[in-house]
């Protein structure tokens, strides 16, 4: 079971989103396990990842406490990667998240190849996961499943603010703010690129997919009348 399940879309939507997660097993690989996290998301660096972080301090993009709201369009929007990775200090969960499965393939290979001693799993589409897999000789091992949104669906936002909203499987970006960053994006506001950054920043395990959440902001702006 992971955070990342319910992320709303079809199959389809999922083309350019993949998380890896790696989590050690409290009480069995967890002493020790911090240099092995560290080296997992070192490992993961040579194939460009999108977003990456630990459910400890967060992913890649971050808010600040020293910041007044006209200064935060003007920040620095580069993911910083090294951050995450000095950064962890403790047996927790950390993730790596791509836009494309060639590169989440080649990585979960490397990862096999340095047998790590932690628990591995991948969040996308069952498909998408299946060929991960295959691409790197392993069998699934087991798969969790997302039956979706039941009930009254029609009192649910609407699917582009769903799906922008439930990249964060904390909650931590409401449906509010998601709905909020589509109008700036249609209005001329905000650029796709400013929108994402400002939302990736809310997610507080860095598993936000910018590349995906960018591209649904562009299809919302093209359904403009």
């Known amino acids: 079971m992971t955070n990342t399940l319910h992320r709303f879309g079809d199959a389809e939507s999922f083309r350019d989103d993949y998380v890896v997660f790696a989590i050690p097993a409290r009480g069995k690989t967890d002493k020790g396990s911090v240099p092995k996290l560290k080296e997992f998301l070192r490992l993961a660096l040579p194939f460009k990842p999108v977003n990456m972080g630990d459910a400890s301090h967060g992913g890649a993009l971050r808010p600040c406490q020293n910041m007044d709201p006209t200064q935060h369009w003007n920040r620095d929007m580069t993911p910083n990667f090294q951050s995450v990775i000095d950064g962890v200090d403790t047996p927790t969960t950390c993730a790596v998240v791509f836009d494309n499965r060639v590169a989440a393939e080649e990585f979960l290979k490397l990862v096999l190849k340095a047998d790590l001693n932690l628990c591995v799993n991948i969040s996308t589409s069952v498909d998408g996961a299946?060929?991960?897999?295959?691409?790197?000789?392993?069998?699934?091992?087991?798969?969790?499943?997302?039956?979706?949104?039941?009930?009254?669906?029609?009192?649910?936002?609407?699917?582009?603010?769903?799906?922008?909203?439930?990249?964060?499987?904390?909650?931590?970006?409401?449906?509010?703010?998601?709905?909020?960053?589509?109008?700036?994006?249609?209005?001329?506001?905000?650029?796709?690129?400013?929108?994402?950054?400002?939302?990736?920043?809310?997610?507080?395990?860095?598993?936000?997919?910018?590349?995906?959440?960018?591209?649904?902001?562009?299809?919302?702006?093209?359904?403009?009348?």
Request: proline share 4%; glycine share 8%; hydrophobic share 35%.
């Open 130 to 225: 299946e060929q991960c897999c295959h691409a790197a000789g392993i069998p699934r091992h087991s798969l969790s499943y997302s039956l979706g949104f039941q009930g009254k669906t029609e009192m649910l936002p609407a699917s582009q603010v769903m799906s922008l909203s439930t990249m964060c499987g904390h909650g931590m970006i409401s449906h509010s703010l998601a709905k909020k960053m589509i109008d700036w994006v249609k209005e001329g506001r905000r650029t796709p690129e400013e929108a994402v950054t400002y939302m990736a920043r809310f997610c507080s395990c860095g598993v936000y997919n910018p590349s995906r959440a960018k591209r649904i902001l562009e299809e919302a702006r093209g359904t403009m009348k």
